[in-house]
């Protein structure tokens, strides 16, 4: 499914990034949150979370577990809290159905 931008308003997320290129990960700040990895088209291939302090820690996880694959982008959704990043996550799966999540 197509990333929807109404997503940015969901009352978890506090702040957001753009589409950023995989390889350009490193730059995100390391707060708690929900990060999606998609194509070119804005297919959602990947939804993850975070912990406080970790964003950047699970995205490289990810990446090495085989989670981008079909990706090019990433992007973070910040939340203010561990629980948030958990429930958004979960919802976003729901709504996504990404592929990566399923293997």
Do not use: C
């Not at 931008?5 to 708690?32: I, M, P």
């Amino acid at each position: 499914m197509i990333w929807d931008s109404s997503d940015h308003s969901d009352y978890r997320v506090v702040a957001y990034t753009g589409w950023r290129y995989l390889e350009n990960y490193g730059t995100f700040e390391d707060r708690a949150g929900v990060y999606l990895f998609a194509n070119a088209d804005l297919q959602v291939k990947y939804v993850g979370k975070a912990g406080a302090g970790r964003m950047v820690i699970e995205i490289d996880n990810a990446i090495r577990r085989g989670k981008a694959y079909g990706a090019t982008l990433v992007k973070a959704l910040y939340t203010n809290s561990d629980t948030n990043a958990l429930s958004l996550e979960n919802a976003l799966i729901g709504k996504y159905n990404p592929p990566n999540n399923l293997i």
